[in-house]
């Protein structure tokens, strides 16, 4: 084993270095975290690759994850074009991921206290008092490329996340509410909001 | 972890060492693109804060919407004298408990968008230059009085729009038709509802539903047809698929070539090929009248059936002969809907009570879009769902204002106030002397010219420079609408508009103010304030909210100037005015005297009472203690009925029910032949039909919905939306970019893969105002033969991979430095 193999162990065992993040995704087609850890050689093909230069590099400040690709949803999501599936020489996106169906990288949720569509629901309900503050949207449902597979509209107006969602992010760059969209993606490998430490979504929001 | 290429490339470098990977890295050396996202970034989050529920303001002032025909009410909010949000009124009668959609909520934003037009500009050696409304003025004064003088009063043309406010339209009307004696004006309604006026004048012999949007709760069948509700008119469809959430026996129809959000509420779903739906409706009223479900005393009472011509009636055996040949099966084979689904929609639309019909841009934007409308009308007539709470045909109008400002005003080519036809001689005879025009007309004639002028299509073709001989029309003014982007084949119309003394008005740079010889800086709608009708025939005021930006003006304020320099000052009895709100309540007086005799009446809708009501008010109002009319034609109901001699009809004592429209009070029901035969048709070199529609984040040309941050992010630019078995076919995928062609014109789009159209369809968004992506160029101009009305839905088309995906997600508008250049880049 060379110096090189052990500090690149080193580095890939490092007990921080997994810095899972909301709207944050690796690639398409891309292996187990772990796995992708070790098998990345943070070459940046699939970053030159992206036609719609939608992958970015995380930087230094990211511990063991310097120089890998991510996903950075709230300003351009992945668009599942495929390019870059392609082109990685190690296997750390999986070149078998031609078709978009077979993507998943994170799986989008909705905040149902934010996003127009539920308060619209709630006010038509009764549950909320009209105030004339409801505004009618469908643009993650226009957006998704997965239209009327992944996301449906319930009762044609709550839309509603299954579980054939890709994680691709675009919902979130389209979504119109700011700053904080009201919808989401937890990457694959991201356990879920509670144990996702520091960078837990409701923290952020100041819930918690 | 958000870091440029640059600063990628340095940092990669640290990283391989670290990471040993200890392969070479491809690297080049590139601008940094991530950056573009993060310079549109920061407006977004500027005016991000701004909704309604957190944001103080001084007060609330009550207007409409300033986009689609629904006409939702809405409260502004100011502070310090600026606008910082919009809310719903709860109180309103068509945007129930005050919802509003996406674009609503945000259109105040626009009105401090830096790209707005401060100045006035005159083209000087091809270059728009700044000048002081004075000099504007004055230049149009001295061309417009040169070509009355050289070329005929015809040779001045005015296009208005659907969303200039009542009071302006019919200004601009009044100058034109009475004080130039020109019916060479038009407006941009004649794109997207022309044909429903003819349909509504052929069949009922006068415009605009009997009905309203209350119809939609009253309703136990509702058919939609030509209509993606859901993007288009997103607050009544919620109305209607809340409605049938509530009410799931309540039938649901829609008849469209693209399963549309609108269709997943529908209990049947009518799959038809663009520009064959008229077989469905034939199909329908065969099945109808085949089964036995037609009403027989409805029929009697209130139809006269007609040849398919118009030119003389019919027997209701010979109509049944004429659809006869509309089996369910033929049907099928023709539209490619199945023939269990026509009997299935007859049975329903026949035998449910109650059937309400919604349609819109899917009908009148048609070769044979007025025919269309017709035999929706007979499907209503046949089977007596007409003038019964639930039961109408209703058209919905596409702009806020297009019913009330262009419709009533009767400011179309054809129309005079009242939407009467011009041609009318007593009609004519009363507005001229309403107007006073042989006192103050400055064309020597002294009268409204009984002939129609052109449309809007034929305008175009015929407007052009001074040395283009075969082009009678030499000017134009154009307000509120973007007719180098609207227009269909565009290849042709540009050069037309450029050559032309073209006057633009509009807010923002657009692709037809950058082909004008002048742009005047308009005011945005809550700058000033004004009258706006909606589809359900209802007249809501918008009252001034703000001042107006500094440098800009009002289209009224413009209409008065122009009126004065031309010798009209006196027939505009307004003109002399200085408050804005002054002004346009003095034209809208005048206007209200003017149809007070008509079943439009507004006499009951002064101003005073505008202002007050928070629901604003729908016509026929005679007087100001009248409530408005839910439903026309119907004793009771119609106050028409009170008096009918006032109006100059003729209605039998004893009818409950009368069509007075028509001299015998009897709906048309015409024998229209279903073959689309000046459509546009697929051939082996252009294999795709190509249809085009709206998206819900998105307005028309996209001046103002591309300036949101919100919006635009949300739809940042056009696509074309193809089948996925025809994408297999030409090997592409999701996002390449293809090459979209019709024998005019072409766009290169990126690629969207569905499965929700017909296989063989396409469908492109209209609001891109990108050169390469601007969808009109590919749009078929033909029109329909009665109404004048462009075929936007129709198009030949064949589709070739460019290249693989390319971020386009520019949310391109026209800049103003672009003003001085008239390519479309």
Known sequence: ?208 | MDISRRNLIKTTLAASAAAAAGLTIGCKKKEAPQTETSAQAPQATTTAAATPSTVAVDNWVKGVCRMCGTGCSIYVGVKDGKMVAIKGNVDSKTNTKGFLCIKGMNIWKVAYHPDRLTTPLIRKNGKLEPATWDEALTLIETKFKEFHKKYGYDSVAYYGSGQCTTEESYTFNKIWKGGFGSNMMDGNPRLCMASAVAGYLSSFGSDEPAGAYEDIENAKCIFITGSNTSEAHPILFRRISSYKRQNPNVKIIVCEPRKTQTSKIADLWMPSLPGTDLAIFNGMAREIIKNDWHNKEFIARHARFTQGDGSQAATFDEYIKFIDKYTPEYVEKVTGCPAASVKQAAEWFAKSGATLSLWCMGLNQRSNGVWANNLIHNLHVITGNIGKPGADSFSLTGQPNACGGVRETGSLAHLLPGCKPVTIEPWRKHVESYWKVAEHSINPSKAINPKPGFPAVKLFSSLGGENEADKPVKAVLISTTNPAQTLPNLNKFVPNIKNAFTVVIDIFPTRTAQLASVVLPASFLYEKGGVYGCSERRSFLTQKAIEPLEGTRADLWIACQIAKRMGLEKYIAWSNEEDIVKMAEMAWNDYIGCTANTEKTLAGATYKRLKESTTGVQWPCPSEDHPGTYKRYVKGMDPIFDDPKRYGYNIPADADMFFYGRPDGKINVFMRDAEPKASEKISKEYPFLMTTGRVIEQWHTGTMTMRIPETAAAHPNSYIEIHVNDAKKLGLSQGDMVKVESVRGENILPVRVVNMTLEGVCFVPMHDQKGNRMVNFICSDVVDATSGEPDYKVSAVKITKVSGPQKVDDRYVVTKAELDSPTFS
């Open chain 1, 1 to 208: 084993m060379s110096i090189f193999d052990n500090i690149k162990n080193a580095l890939n065992s490092f007990p921080v270095k997994s810095t899972y993040k909301i709207n944050r995704m690796r690639p398409p087609g891309s292996v187990d975290d772990d796995l992708f850890m070790k098998l990345c050689i943070r070459c940046a093909r699939c970053v030159e690759a992206c036609p719609y230069r939608v992958l970015r590099r995380s930087s230094a400040t990211k511990n063991a994850e310097i120089g890998t690709p991510y996903i950075y949803a709230e300003v351009a999501g992945c668009q599942l074009c495929m390019k870059c599936t392609s082109v990685c020489p190690t296997g750390a996106i999986d070149s078998s991921t031609v078709e978009m169906h077979q993507v998943a990288i994170g799986v989008a949720r909705i905040n149902e206290d934010t996003c127009m569509n539920h308060l619209y629901a709630k006010v038509e309900s009764g549950e909320l008092e009209p105030t004339g503050n409801m505004a009618l949207c469908n643009s993650c449902l226009n957006t998704c490329p997965l239209k009327d597979e992944a996301i449906y509209l319930k009762d044609g107006i709550i839309p509603t996340i299954t579980d054939k969602c890709t994680g691709c992010g675009l919902c979130v760059e389209r979504c119109p509410i700011t700053p904080i969209k009201a919808i989401y993606v937890v990457p694959k490998n991201m356990p879920d909001e509670e144990t996702a430490g520091y960078y837990n979504y409701l923290k952020r929001i100041g819930k918690k």
